[in-house]
């Protein structure tokens, strides 16, 4: 038998980088369930909550784009960070970015089936073998989004570039939708636009502040996506690019989407929607047929999110992998693809069986709810530790004077300090905000719990990498010159699988 190439296949460019940051943040989705979310958080002050999210983001997106010139590897934050803080809060960052992004499928399955019932039911289908097809129910809306899941991981385990091409055409016809709704609801809308949606002191507690940036930083979420695949790409500064563009494309998407919304609906009618806040904004301002359009966009890139994020992390899988941090099976790279199909159907078969856990939560807004507050959590964490690896590694550029010291320490480090105070304000206010634990995502330890039990995860898989299988990461992972010791992906380690 032979054995699978050593390296993945380069094949992509700047614009599949722009596809796969733009389809994992996807903006569509985060705009539809999200605006009422955030608006139920911060009332009417949505707008600067985005920008101020904004500002740490970019910091720590040039502390990713330094630190991938540097040290181009698929596992990026889990390898920069494992370099320059020390092989621990690497493999953490590692970790924490893998189980929430299986959170995330987990959950945006469910918004992907949601979406689907509720075209089938536009078309008067309501229901198939006896069972209801209610886009509310948890249970039906799960099993429908884990057929995508299935379709989408076949795809990604074919070619990530036929993906990235798919995704880019979805991209196309979702922001047209975006935009021309959007615009139309600015155009239109009778609420006047007001100053007060930009003023952060409007705001009514630091809780409330905190809470809706952690949200906001979740909504950009995904854009680091590219740098998954700068092993992929022709050039290595392809990721970098396409991240940037990626990223302030959703910033000008996120302001505009988030004025119109407020020009078109009051307060309550935001909070009031919630999740369908899109498809109810196209309902307000079009007839049939062009009203389902909004639900056609949501669906779209819903599929495109799903798929983008299985690619990256199969990815990080396979650094891990590589480091014998994790087992074999994670390296195997098919023979004719180039991709690392095995940790791809992994990754699916996972995050299926999240989702099917996730069922306990009876209601989908309630689930959408709970992993949107959970996940913001973490990725302020892993955000915030590799912003700030970027600011040790590079502290030499102290001494080279002003402009690099702050482009290369002194905006990467205040960036990441900035995601872990606010990640760490917020985590309090959830454990002194009541005084019981339920199964709520009203509840502040329920919310709490979620983000301690995937940190005390990550912990106790370190624990088993270090001393069960003797990685080399916790051994020699990390010498004075900075460089990794790497395993080529078809040598035997050694190791258990």
Same mark, same amino acid.
């Given at each position: 038998?032979?054995?699978?190439?050593?390296?993945?296949?380069?094949?992509?460019?700047?614009?599949?980088?722009?596809?796969?940051?733009?389809?994992?943040?996807?903006?569509?989705?985060?705009?539809?369930?999200?605006?009422?979310?955030?608006?139920?958080?911060?009332?009417?002050?949505?707008?600067?909550?985005?920008?101020?999210?904004?500002?740490?983001?970019?910091?720590?997106?040039?502390?990713?784009?330094?630190?991938?010139?540097?040290?181009?590897?698929?596992?990026?934050?889990?390898?920069?960070?494992?370099?320059?803080?020390?092989?621990?809060?690497?493999?953490?960052?590692?970790?924490?970015?893998?189980?929430?992004?299986?959170?995330?499928?987990?959950?945006?399955?469910?918004?992907?089936?949601?979406?689907?019932?509720?075209?089938?039911?536009?078309?008067?289908?309501?229901?198939?073998?006896?069972?209801?097809?209610?886009?509310?129910?948890?249970?039906?809306?799960?099993?429908?989004?884990?057929?995508?899941?299935?379709?989408?991981?076949?795809?990604?385990?074919?070619?990530?570039?036929?993906?990235?091409?798919?995704?880019?055409?979805?991209?196309?016809?979702?922001?047209?939708?975006?935009?021309?709704?959007?615009?139309?609801?600015?155009?239109?809308?009778?609420?006047?636009?007001?100053?007060?949606?930009?003023?952060?002191?409007?705001?009514?507690?630091?809780?409330?502040?905190?809470?809706?940036?952690?949200?906001?930083?979740?909504?950009?979420?995904?854009?680091?996506?590219?740098?998954?695949?700068?092993?992929?790409?022709?050039?290595?500064?392809?990721?970098?690019?396409?991240?940037?563009?990626?990223?302030?494309?959703?910033?000008?998407?996120?302001?505009?989407?988030?004025?119109?919304?407020? $020009?078109?609906?009051?307060?309550?009618?935001?909070?009031?929607?919630?999740?369908?806040?899109?498809?109810?904004?196209?309902?307000?301002?079009?007839?049939?047929?062009?009203?389902?359009?909004?639900?056609?966009?949501?669906?779209?890139?819903?599929?495109?999110?799903?798929?983008?994020?299985?690619?990256?992390?199969?990815?990080?899988?396979?650094?891990?992998?590589?480091?014998?941090?994790?087992?074999?099976?994670?390296?195997?790279?098919?023979?004719?693809?180039?991709?690392?199909?095995?940790?791809?159907?992994?990754?699916?078969?996972?995050?299926?069986?999240?989702?099917?856990?996730?069922?306990?939560?009876?209601?989908?807004?309630?689930?959408?709810?709970?992993?949107?507050?959970?996940?913001?959590?973490?990725?302020?964490?892993?955000?915030?530790?590799?912003?700030?690896?970027?600011?040790?590694?590079?502290?030499?550029?102290?001494?080279?004077?002003?402009?690099?010291?702050?482009?290369?320490?002194?905006?990467?480090?205040?960036?990441?300090?900035?995601?872990?105070?606010?990640?760490?304000?917020?985590?309090?206010?959830?454990?002194?905000?009541?005084?019981?634990?339920?199964?709520?995502?009203?509840?502040?330890?329920?919310?709490?719990?979620?983000?301690?039990?995937?940190?005390?995860?990550?912990?106790?898989?370190?624990?088993?990498?270090?001393?069960?299988?003797?990685?080399?990461?916790?051994?020699?992972?990390?010498?004075?010159?900075?460089?990794?010791?790497?395993?080529?992906?078809? $040598?035997?380690?050694?190791?258990?699988?």
């Amino acid at each position: 038998m032979s054995h699978p190439p050593a390296e993945l296949r380069r094949s992509l460019g700047v614009i599949d980088g722009v596809a796969i940051a733009a389809s994992s943040t996807a903006a569509t989705t985060s705009i539809a369930i999200g605006m009422g979310t955030l608006a139920a958080t911060v009332g009417l002050q949505a707008p600067v909550l985005l920008l101020l999210a904004f500002l740490p983001v970019l910091g720590i997106a040039c502390a990713y784009a330094r630190l991938n010139r540097s040290e181009p590897n698929c596992g990026s934050g889990y390898v920069w960070v494992g370099t320059s803080l020390g092989p621990w809060p690497g493999f953490l960052v590692g970790w924490v970015n893998v189980v929430g992004v299986i959170i995330f499928l987990a959950y945006t399955s469910a918004v992907t089936g949601s979406v689907i019932l509720q075209f089938a039911n536009k078309a008067h289908l309501t229901s198939v073998a006896g069972i209801t097809l209610d886009p509310d129910s948890t249970a039906v809306t799960t099993l429908v989004g884990l057929v995508v899941l299935t379709g989408v991981t076949v795809m990604a385990v074919t070619g990530v570039r036929s993906a990235t091409r798919l995704q880019a055409w979805l991209l196309v016809f979702e922001y047209a939708v975006l935009l021309v709704f959007c615009g139309w609801a600015l155009i239109t809308g009778e609420h006047s636009v007001s100053l007060s949606w930009f003023n952060p002191f409007a705001i009514e507690s630091g809780t409330a502040f905190a809470q809706g940036l952690v949200l906001a930083v979740f909504f950009f979420w995904g854009w680091d996506a590219s740098f998954s695949v700068t092993e992929e790409t022709q050039e290595v500064g392809d990721s970098a690019r396409g991240g940037f563009i990626a990223l302030f494309a959703m910033l000008g998407l996120f302001l505009f989407a988030s004025v119109a919304f407020q $020009r078109e609906m009051s307060l309550p009618e935001l909070i009031e929607q919630g999740p369908q806040g899109f498809t109810y904004l196209g309902a307000k301002l079009a007839d049939e047929p062009w009203a389902s359009l909004p639900l056609l966009a949501l669906m779209f890139s819903a599929v495109a999110s799903v798929q983008s994020s299985v690619i990256p992390t199969a990815r990080g899988l396979l650094a891990m992998g590589r480091d014998r941090t994790m087992g074999r099976v994670w390296t195997r790279i098919h023979p004719r693809y180039g991709t690392p199909a095995a940790g791809t159907v992994l990754v699916m078969a996972i995050a299926t069986g999240v989702a099917l856990l996730a069922l306990a939560i009876p209601k989908l807004n309630d689930m959408i709810l709970a992993a949107v507050n959970s996940i913001g959590l973490v990725v302020a964490l892993y955000y915030g530790l590799t912003a700030i690896a970027c600011a040790v590694r590079f502290r030499s550029a102290l001494r080279q004077g002003p402009r690099e010291a702050v482009l290369a320490v002194g905006v990467p480090g205040a960036s990441g300090v900035a995601l872990l105070v606010i990640g760490g304000y917020l985590g309090y206010s959830y454990l002194t905000g009541t005084d019981h634990f339920e199964l709520s995502p009203d509840n502040g330890w329920f919310m709490f719990s979620l983000p301690c039990a995937i940190v005390a995860s990550g912990l106790v898989m370190a624990a088993w990498a270090k001393y069960r299988r003797r990685s080399p990461y916790f051994v020699t992972g990390r010498g004075t010159d900075g460089d990794r010791l790497r395993l080529p992906v078809d $040598r035997p380690a050694g190791s258990a699988p």
